[in-house]
């Protein structure tokens, strides 16, 4: 009854759905996967797409190839394979910073071309952390580089990049032959190289700024954590810790107080201090000799501490990566102090730092967290959440006797797509299997490397897609635009392509992008008469090459905290990548694709 009622109107309801959808995604009013999700919800409710196409869209390749590089992409990394580069570099970075700058962009982009974005600049932000300090330069000078040449790394080969994968598996669709691993190979070495040089030439447009990171380094970590106990006859009984000035001296910082194992934190300043609460305080070995000399504070073992008496400390800044056990949660529900004996000093989230009930916050992706603890207890919590620590690299146990599996597999799912003797779906289902098999990664490991949120994103975009067919909708957009573009030249119109699903990549997902806009350049092509090919080859590099913002790309998002950047510090930049690739890109396209 509903969809007899508003067939009719299914092409605006749509159009509609899908306009509302892009701002929710602008808007950041639910996660992607959740705004997508409730979109196709609604078409199905009003008839416009049924069941039986929303689970024909689970058979799509796209997803299941995905997933499997995924995996294939944390085996790589779990067993150390990429170990050795990171440790070269930053050996010579202080006797040649700018050839190892050079050749550590060019390798990002390399590596990129075969394995997944994210969890490559994962690894690689505490690598270019720590080439900044032995180069004695700020670690925002290097943090938008490594991003940017992942991302022009990942459009190089079809699997450099889910984007690659789902555009061609969406024109697959559209009766288009499959795209070659290397078929785009040509277009992404120039766009890489153009990209690259063009970082580096342009050095003085990134910012000259400590990071959240710089400011852990080691060397500014000459602090310890000094936990004591308030007795009976104490002077600082019956007042409030702000009015405490033992608290508020330049070297001491008060972190938290604790009365019967149970954190005052959250209105800290508030607090009368009574006989037995635990004081915590940060502070240098000066102040530490001065408090002893002082004895208004007993230094004392508390049962209930991980972390006893005064033991050393350091500040590091750990990122909240998107497959990390604390996503979502807020730090009141962790209960760091208690688990870990480690105390959160300050969140950073979007070029702002949150110092001030941030335990309330839910956790979100590109977060950085300072946090204080001993050593042993941090790398513990790293470890224990996969969390990333971007102050300095993070030592743990690779499988390093299984990485020549890890790459043989790598090398063989590449041979044998450039062979042709398997679609790549297939030789990444099976790459997965032996790197599950082999043990390079385990089940959980696995499961936790898979982006799920991505994949979810995918498929739901994927129904929006059939809903556009469904109503005509990409029939109505390409009769629109053909007799606009009729009198242009092709080279005109692969512009439009381009510009178009450039500009909506930089304030939406890159894989909605794709979804939305491949269809009409495939069909833009066929009206005006030309071959599609190059305008899908279009599509891939322009809802990839995301410059101009900080939530165009998520692998943008994940450095914009740790470098300590402004929104418009990567439209600074971004802005000039984005000629410089769209004008490789312009050039080398009709070349490749005649």
Not at 36 to 41: L, Q
Not at 154 to 178: C, E, F, K, M, Y
Not at 335 to 356: D, T
Not at 508 to 516: E, G, R
């Amino acid at each position: 009854m509903i969809a007899d009622l508003v067939q009719p109107f299914g092409t605006p309801i749509v159009a509609g759905g899908i306009a509302l959808l892009l701002v929710a995604f602008a808007r950041e009013w639910r996660s992607p996967e959740v705004s997508a999700s409730v979109a196709v919800s609604v078409f199905m409710v009003l008839g416009l797409i049924s069941v039986e196409d929303v689970l024909g869209v689970m058979s799509n390749s796209a997803p299941v190839t995905i997933a499997a590089m995924f995996v294939i992409s944390a085996a790589l990394m779990r067993t150390g394979a990429l170990e050795a580069f990171a440790r070269l570099v930053t050996a010579r970075a202080q006797t040649h910073p700018y050839l190892t700058m050079m050749v550590f962009l060019i390798a990002i982009a390399v590596m990129s071309a075969f394995m997944n974005n994210t969890p490559l600049v994962m690894l690689m932000i505490p690598v270019a952390v720590s080439m900044a300090r032995v180069m004695e330069t700020s670690a925002s000078k290097l943090l938008i580089p490594v991003s940017f040449a992942a991302i022009l790394g990942g459009t190089g080969t079809l699997i450099g990049t889910s984007t690659n994968i789902l555009v061609d598996s969406v024109a697959q669709q559209r009766g288009l032959a499959p795209f070659h691993i290397f078929e785009i190979a040509p277009v992404g070495i120039v766009v890489a190289a153009a990209g690259i040089v063009t970082l580096l030439l342009f050095r003085g447009l990134l910012p000259d700024r400590n990071g959240n990171a710089q400011l852990t380094a080691p060397d500014a970590n000459k602090k310890y954590v000094l936990e004591a106990m308030i007795e009976d006859d104490s002077p600082h009984v019956g007042k409030k810790t702000r009015d405490v000035a033992a608290f508020s001296r330049a070297d001491r910082q008060l972190i938290d107080v604790i009365r019967a194992n149970i954190s005052l934190r959250r209105h800290m300043n508030e607090v009368v201090l009574q006989p037995g609460d635990v004081v915590v305080l940060r502070t240098s070995v000066a102040e530490l000799l001065s408090m002893k000399e002082e004895g208004d504070l007993t230094m004392r073992e508390a049962q209930h501490m991980q972390s006893l008496g005064t033991r050393p400390s350091s500040v590091v800044e750990v990122l909240i990566s998107p497959n990390t056990g604390v996503l979502g949660k807020t730090l009141r529900h962790l209960r760091l102090r208690r688990r870990y004996g480690v105390y959160p000093i300050a969140l950073h989230r979007r070029g702002s730092i949150l110092s001030e009930r941030f335990e309330t916050a839910p956790l979100e992706v590109g977060d950085t967290l300072m946090i204080e603890g001993a050593s042993e207890d941090l790398q513990r919590l790293v470890e224990d959440y996969d969390l990333v620590n971007v102050s300095e690299p993070t030592e743990r146990g690779f499988r390093r006797a299984k990485a020549p599996i890890a790459i043989g597999v790598m090398l063989a799912v590449v041979v044998g797509a450039a062979l042709g003797l398997m679609p790549i779906a297939g030789l990444a289902v099976i790459g997965a299997a032996a790197v599950l098999v082999s043990r390079c990664v385990e089940v959980d490991e696995a499961v936790q490397a898979v982006d799920w949120r991505v994949l979810g994103l995918i498929i739901a975009m994927l129904a929006v897609g059939v809903a556009m067919d469904n109503v005509g909708l990409v029939d109505d957009i390409v009769d629109a635009l053909a007799p606009v573009l009729i009198t242009a030249s092709p080279l005109f119109a692969l512009g439009v392509v381009y510009l178009l699903s450039s500009a909506l990549t930089e304030v939406v997902t890159n894989n909605a992008v794709a979804v939305i806009v491949t269809p009409v350049a495939i069909g833009l092509a066929s009206g005006l008469g030309v071959d599609p090919r190059p305008f899908v080859v279009a599509v891939m590099f322009a809802a990839s090459a995301s410059f101009l913002t900080p939530i165009g790309y998520q692998t943008n998002t994940l450095v914009y905290s740790a470098g300590g950047y402004k929104f418009f510090d990567f439209v600074r930049i971004g802005a000039v990548m984005n000629v410089v690739v769209f004008t490789a890109a312009m050039i080398m396209i009709p070349i490749v694709f005649p």
